[in-house]
């Protein structure tokens, strides 16, 4: 299991691992089962950086993008350089053949210059009406990485890669499904748990969206791209997340 947890952060953050990690099935299936755990203690960071602002005069602008920020910057941008990628790709409206090509290109396009903004902005605005609200507490920073981090794992193990190499079909090769299967009723009993905290049904409102997304985006997957590939699963991370912080806000507006 260690391996497994040093392999998450030298895959999935910016946190330095000086050792080469031996990517056994073993060590693949719990990294995956670890990263939902680790997207916790990414929403513990938010959280901090939430309850430290609290203690100075700042605006909720200048806070939302502290904590857009802060998400990013453990993460190492990781996902949001696969939502880029994947926004190029899709929006090019070429064959499934090309889009495959231009993932793999290292260059950004107009597209997904475009949709990271867009993006980012979305993030802001939506964090700023929410804490406009006062309604952005610790559970709800810490709930949510964890969340998006399981739908990924779901979709993953019930998406097919889009190549016979690259990194999706080298963890679909290694992740020992009914293991990782068995790691998805950790969301059931954190959402439970989640249920009693809050004392509201909010986390189970989450939970059935965060389905819903999965399997559309399997289909949007497999339609245009033939299956997973690495930069999905980052753009499934990023707009799941936007996803549900907009659930929050009409839940509570």
Known sequence: MWHSILAALQFFTVVPVHREIPLTKRTVTGMFITLA????????????????????????????LALVLTSAIITGGLHLDGFIDTCDAFFSYRDIQKRHEILDDPRVGAFGVMAFVFLILLKIAL??????????????????????????????LTTKP??????????????????????????????????????????????????????????????NFDGISGDLLGAYIEGAEVLLWLVLLLYYA
Do not use: C
């Open 162 to 223: 889009a190549k016979d190499k690259g990194i999706a079909h080298f963890f679909m090769q290694k992740l020992h499904k009914k293991t990782a299967y068995f790691a998805l009723f950790q969301l059931n009993a954190i959402i439970a748990l989640f249920v009693l905290l809050s004392a509201s049904i909010l986390p189970i409102i989450l939970a059935i969206v965060l389905l819903v997304t999965v399997v559309i985006y399997r289909s949007f997957a497999l339609r």
């Open 127 to 156: 964090l700023y009406e929410l804490l406009q609200l006062g309604v952005v507490s610790w559970w709800v920073l810490i709930l949510l990485p964890f969340m998006t981090r399981n739908g990924m794992l779901l979709f993953l």
């Open 37 to 64: 755990w680790l997207g916790m203690l990414i929403g513990a960071a938010d959280y901090a950086v939430l309850w430290g602002l609290s203690h100075f005069n700042v605006t909720p602008l200048l806070v939302a």
